[in-house]
Nanobody, 125 residues
Framework: QIQLVESGGGLVQAGGSLRLSCAASERTANNYAMGWFRQGSGEEREFVAAITRSGGRTNYGDSVKGRFTISRDSTRNTVYLQMNSLKPDDTAVYYC??????????????????WGQGTQVTVSS
């Protein structure tokens, strides 16, 4: 079982940037596809981005395309989410997750085996 720990959240003004990190407890995390999801207050968990084991393929939710970038560093067992041009609607708790399933886009929560505790991102207008 791997543990995932997110960091990098905080308060930022609209138009600003943040970079979230998701550190895995074990090197075996490199055998997992990884994803980022977010959940606003009173809302369902929403797909943000996903990346394959190799890092060679990524997918993004429509609301973040062109603004967010997912990447991974296998030497650090860490996945990143670079968030630019942030909007108030991006305010949410952001979760990273690891999937052992064959990669099919990473869009759905039930594809993932492990979840982090989340990090709060708040974008002020």
């Amino acid at each position: 079982q791997i543990q995932l720990v997110e960091s990098g959240g905080g308060l930022v003004q609209a138009g600003g940037s943040l970079r979230l990190s998701c550190a895995a407890s074990e090197r075996t995390a490199n055998n997992y596809a990884m994803g980022w999801f977010r959940q606003g207050s009173g809302e369902e968990r929403e797909f943000v981005a996903a990346i394959t084991r190799s890092g060679g393929r990524t997918n993004y939710g429509d609301s973040v395309k062109g603004r967010f970038t997912i990447s991974r560093d296998s030497t650090r067992n860490t996945v990143y989410l670079q968030m630019n041009s942030l909007k108030p609607d991006d305010t949410a708790v952001y979760y990273c997750a690891a999937s052992s399933a064959p990669y099919s886009g990473g869009f759905f929560t039930d594809e993932y085996d492990y979840w982090g505790q989340g990090t709060q991102v708040t974008v002020s207008s």
